[in-house]
């Protein structure tokens, strides 16, 4: 099984930053790729970002490019996700998810990742 534990979400206005932190224990020889999905309201999870803890390459959605970026540290095993210029739009329930499928690239479809973080609640007020 692999365990992750989000931490660093919290309230911030319009424009400010915000920098999430998953981190993963368990069988982390497994993960493939960690991803960020975010939920508002009850609607469906939202692709965020991805990277492929094997060469760090990672995947944006086209909402947050240019806002966000995510990175791995040097352990292996914690992954991040700095966002900035934050709108209000960007408020939800953050999301770090594991994919421990052996994948030639990265999916944005939840439903494809096997573990999951509780979450933590990001808000953007104006």
């Known amino acids: 099984q692999v365990q992750l534990v989000e931490s660093g979400g919290g309230l911030v206005q319009v424009g400010g930053s915000l920098r999430l932190s998953c981190a993963a224990s368990g069988r982390t020889d497994s993960v493939y790729a960690t991803a960020w999905f975010r939920q508002n309201l009850g609607k469906e999870h939202e692709f965020v970002a991805a990277i492929v803890w094997e060469n760090s390459a990672v995947t944006y959605s086209k909402s947050v490019t240019g806002r966000f970026s995510s990175s791995r540290d040097s352990a292996k095993n914690t992954v991040h996700l700095q966002m900035n210029a934050l709108k209000p739009e960007d408020t939800a329930v953050y999301y770090c998810?594991?994919?421990?499928?052996?994948?030639?690239?990265?999916?944005?479809?939840?439903?494809?990742?096997?573990?999951w973080g509780q979450g933590t609640q990001v808000t953007v007020s104006s």
């Open positions: 998810a594991a994919d421990i499928v052996d994948r030639t690239r990265v999916v944005t479809d939840a439903w494809d990742y096997a573990y």
